[in-house]
């Protein structure tokens, strides 16, 4: 039978000295795991996925002019050893 402990973050059985422990209880937790493990996997994708297309943008940066209210796009280059600071009016 199930555990009346369970661990906070995905509720996997805490079995005490005195509770007996079931196949289906294990079959149970290995599922919740499994699926912990594939949503983290997903997570970590579209993290690095982001990354990778912002690393690829040459202006991945945006600004507001408080002035003209106008919205620009901004990066850094490198020119002839020396950095750049690109910009253009979206």
Known sequence: ?????????????QWQGNEYIKRQDFVEDNFKIDEAIHSQGQQVQEVYNNLE???A???PHRFVDSGT???YKWGLSAISGKVAFNYEEV
Request: avoid cysteine.
């Open 53 to 55: 297309s912002h690393a």
């Open 69 to 71: 209210g106008k919205t």
């Open 1 to 13: 039978m199930p555990s009346q402990e369970k661990t906070h973050n995905i509720g996997l059985n």
């Open 57 to 59: 943008e040459g202006m």
